[in-house]
């Protein structure tokens, strides 16, 4: 029998160039989003971190963890709009 919900994990680095309202704004939006279509289990800002490598000329990053159990279908959404979202440098979407 499939599996109706499952568990996910979102680890995303937004851009700090923009300054902190801007980050604030788009945790905001993801929070939302996530919200909306699935049930938020924890959400872990680690705040700004410095960046292993140099992602587009920027050496700092903002970082975000949601858990949240959603079906199948939404994960793929959250990555699309994380993928055209401008101040998302990078994100990951896990199974957890």
Known sequence: MA???EKYE??????????????????????EMIAANAEIESMNEWGKRKLAYTINYETEG???IWNFTA?????ME???VL?????VLRFLVTVA
């Open 71 to 75: 079906k199948p279908d939404f994960p």
């Open 10 to 31: 979102a680890m995303v680095v937004f851009s700090t160039k923009a300054g902190e309202e801007a980050v604030k704004a788009l945790v905001e939006k993801f929070n």
């Open 83 to 87: 993928k055209i979202t401008t101040g």
């Open 62 to 64: 903002y970082y975000v």
């Open 78 to 80: 959250l990555e699309r």
């Open 3 to 5: 599996k109706i919900t």
